[in-house]
């Protein structure tokens, strides 16, 4: 009896750390569009400058994961995670500084650049933390389940932090949503203080470069398929308004859905029957969705290809994440985590830039060709690859403190 309700309680507290990672998220999405506003509406500067604002925190969280997984590796997840949420909070009361009226424009600008590379920071090592604190407390033989909970806590939070923080920027300002984005981890901090920390596994370091040379299959697959969301993403709506179709603020809708859908009803499938199988099953659906949305004759084809896009999309991390926790031993799998994370950091970040040159000299469609042959061959490198296609086997984990 007692062995049955093991498995429900670890997952009621993995639950509740994916609450908290959700708060913690929405810090990040309800900046994302607020921060531009700011930087050229409040401090006067080019959007250039805003663009930098944005995306100097996902440079800042690519160029930590190695040290919050060897954070995590040494201290264990728990306390990993309390660092992360407690970074969140001073990025956010560091940002709410650039509000000072008395303040010049250049340190303004400059205070809010430090805000947003600790947000970086706060994103990568409370990520890390509560993914290993998380398979620790569920067991290896559940990773997948794991991961595709982190992922429906943080693509939940992107999908309602947008219109949530543009709504609090437009009624209590900057300095009132930086306010919000202070309290909000601090909120999943005391969410997760009561629950049992996972004592660190012991064993000889390894370089964080040899770890990446483990995982590097896996990390390229799901960094080829981050092409096509990033693709998506940031060209959707630009694509539509140029073709002159409607609803052109749909795309993230329909992909949204299809991701949400499949997490829900597919999470276990890379436990039980391997992350190989799933991960080509998963690669062939994207593609297929870039594939129509290059092609698409009309919106509703498009939004077709929107919704594959996003199936596919969703099962490709946790099926990829569930290799790299077996190519690993326990004592190195935050190392792991942080590096295979970083791989799709990376292609968020690069795919925008490099498609957009693209798409300014043979249109917006073509992105999302980039975007099919990008899973395309992520597929095919799954399909070379070896991966085990058992399911997952139970390893022992730490014993639960508390």
Not at 67 to 86: C, E, F, N, P, V
Request: hydrophobic share 50%; aromatic share 10%.
């Amino acid at each position: 009896m007692m062995e049955a309700k093991r498995p429900n309680m670890a997952y009621r507290r993995v639950v509740i750390l994916t609450i908290a990672l959700f708060l913690s998220y929405l810090t990040v999405a309800m900046s994302l569009p607020a921060v531009p506003i700011h930087v050229v509406q409040r401090l006067g500067l080019d959007n250039a400058y805003g663009g930098l604002a944005v995306g100097i925190a996902f440079l800042s969280t690519i160029l930590t994961r190695g040290r919050a997984g060897a954070w995590s590796d040494r201290i264990g997840g728990k306390l990993t995670m309390q660092r992360g949420l407690l970074i969140y909070a001073v990025a956010g009361l560091v940002c709410l500084l650039t509000s000072w009226p008395q303040l010049p424009v250049s340190a303004s600008y400059g205070i809010l650049i430090v805000g947003r590379l600790l947000l970086g920071l706060g994103e990568s090592v409370a990520m890390v933390g509560m993914m290993g604190w998380a398979i620790g407390l569920m067991g290896q033989a559940r990773s997948g389940r794991v991961i595709s909970l982190v992922g429906m806590g943080m693509y939940g939070a992107f999908a309602a932090g947008g219109p949530l923080g543009l709504a609090l920027l437009d009624r209590l300002g900057f300095a009132g949503l930086m306010a919000v984005c202070t309290a909000m981890p601090l909120v999943g901090l005391a969410a997760i203080h009561w629950l049992p920390a996972v004592a660190p596994h012991a064993g000889p370091r390894e370089s964080f470069w040899r770890i990446i040379g483990r995982i590097a299959r896996p990390g390229a697959a799901v960094g080829l398929q981050g092409v096509g969301f990033a693709a998506l993403g940031a060209f959707f709506s630009l694509y539509f308004l140029s073709r002159g179709w409607p609803h052109a603020g749909l795309g993230l809708t329909f992909f949204g859905v299809g991701f949400v859908l499949v997490r829900l009803f597919c999470g276990h499938l890379p436990d039980q029957i391997g992350g190989g199988r799933v991960a080509i099953v998963a690669l062939t659906v994207e593609a297929c969705g870039q594939y129509l949305l290059w092609l698409a004759p009309g919106p509703y084809a498009a939004f077709a290809g929107a919704l594959l896009t996003g199936l596919g999309c969703s099962m490709v991390f946790p099926a990829m994440g569930t290799e790299v926790v077996k190519q690993v031993p326990p004592h190195l799998r935050g190392t792991a985590i942080g590096g295979f994370a970083a791989f799709q950091d990376l292609a968020y970040g690069a795919t925008a830039p490099a498609v957009g040159v693209l798409a300014d000299h043979t249109g917006y469609s073509s992105v999302f060709l980039v975007g099919g042959l990008a899973a395309t061959l992520g597929l095919l490198l799954v399909a070379s690859a070896r991966f085990d296609s058992r399911p997952t086997r139970a390893t022992a984990e730490p014993n639960i403190d508390g």
